[in-house]
């Protein structure tokens, strides 16, 4: 079976850093993405960043685009989602989940929806 994770969230206070990983089992093939959503408490899901597993070709979303840095390490099965600068607005429980149909920042375009992980930023 196919399973993502998504862990490494907390507490931290504005302008701190934070990196999430997404462990990926089961997937079999090349042509995937992972992506990383978020949503934040009474809003509703968005896509943030993804990379492609074939080529590692990205997308940020522009309001984490020069904050955040998405990367992957096949030797673990890892998607890593660096966080620099953090504010109050990235507070939100991130997830990471997978695509078939390329570089997609569309939640309905991705399945195998891991457990979220709480991120919250304090001022």
């Known amino acids: 079976d196919v399973q993502l994770q998504a862990s490494g969230g907390g507490l931290v206070q504005t302008g701190e850093s934070l990196e999430l990983s997404c462990a990926v089992s089961?997937?079999?093939?090349?042509?995937?993405?992972i992506g990383w959503f978020r949503r934040p408490p009474g809003d509703e899901r968005e896509g943030i960043s993804s990379?492609?597993?074939?080529?590692?070709?990205?997308y940020y979303s522009g309001s984490v685009k020069g904050r955040f840095t998405i990367s992957r390490d096949k030797a673990e099965n890892t998607v890593y989602l660096q966080m620099n600068n953090l504010k109050s607005d990235d507070t939100a429980v991130y997830y990471c989940a997978r695509a078939t149909m390329g570089l997609t920042n569309t939640p309905s375009d991705y399945d195998n929806w891991g457990r979220g992980t709480q991120v919250t930023v304090s001022s």
């Open positions: 089961g997937i079999t093939g090349e042509d995937y993405a």
């Open positions: 990379i492609m597993n074939i080529d590692s070709t990205t």
